[in-house]
């Protein structure tokens, strides 16, 4: 098993740029998640899915939209990049049984100029 | 989801017990105690979670006092390797939508020769 996958590892994107991030789990996990992490802090939560098909914001989704339109990959999108979406993007799935733990992917270090 | 407190750093000699402290005084009767670490740089990776009872599994053990205010989570033989930052938080693991995870700054590990 891969378990979660992240594309791309690094990405530049000048102010007002748009991009996708595609994260893909093969562990058949109903939820995922993604965050982000900003040097010296921890992890923030952006948007969330339960499920194909359905997607919730987290703590901090301004400026980001998801996509899950196949169990196995959920999407981030930003429309109009900005300097302060510079980060490290990481995607975390997890499924129903359990306690709920969630297995993280390698992450994105996206910077936008 | 309760707060956390833990140490900021914690300095560790390779083949010790590193021993890691977590105060959760408001914690629920339903509330869990989960530890991630995150290595320089990857995903963050669940270690271990527990309720009341001490919990060991091949990475570490987890143990909470009596009035499960306050944990202690133990790398018996620490490595090079666990130098990491370690998270502790306390959730419930199912809300009826997601088990999401809410990330504090967690305690840098440093594990030296």
């Known amino acids: 098993n891969a378990g979660v996958t992240q594309t791309p590892k690094f990405r530049v994107l000048k102010t007002g740029q748009s991009m996708t991030l595609l994260c893909a789990q093969d562990?058949?996990?109903?939820?995922m998640y993604w965050y982000r992490q900003d040097p010296g802090m921890g992890l923030r939560l952006i948007h969330y899915?339960?499920?194909?098909?359905?997607?919730a914001k987290g703590e901090v989704p301004d400026g980001y939209n998801v996509s899950r339109l196949k169990k196995q990959n959920f999407l981030l999108g930003l429309e109009s990049a900005a300097p302060s979406q510079t980060s490290v993007y990481f995607c975390?799935?997890?499924?129903?049984?359990?306690?709920?733990?969630?297995?993280f992917g390698p992450g994105t270090r996206l910077t936008v100029t | 989801d309760a707060k956390t407190t833990q140490p900021t750093s914690m300095d560790c000699a390779e083949g010790r017990a590193a021993n890691l402290p977590c105060n959760h005084s408001?914690?629920?009767?339903?509330?869990?105690v989960y530890w991630y670490r995150q290595i320089h740089s990857q995903g963050p990776q669940y270690i271990i979670h527990?309720?009341?009872n001490n919990e060991t599994n091949e990475m570490a053990s987890l143990i909470i006092t009596e009035d499960r205010k306050s944990s202690t989570l133990i790398l018996p033989h620490a490595t090079l390797r666990d130098t990491a930052v370690y998270y502790c938080?306390?959730?419930?693991?199912?809300?009826?939508?997601?088990?999401?995870?809410?990330f504090g700054t967690g305690t840098r590990l440093q594990v030296t020769l």
């Open positions: 975390a799935s997890s499924g129903t049984s359990g306690m709920g733990e969630q297995y």
């Open positions: 562990m058949n996990h109903e939820y």
């Open positions: 899915s339960v499920g194909e098909g359905t997607t």
């Open positions: 408001t914690i629920s009767g339903n509330e869990y």
């Open positions: 527990g309720l009341k």
């Open positions: 938080i306390v959730r419930v693991p199912w809300t009826g939508t997601a088990s999401k995870l809410t």
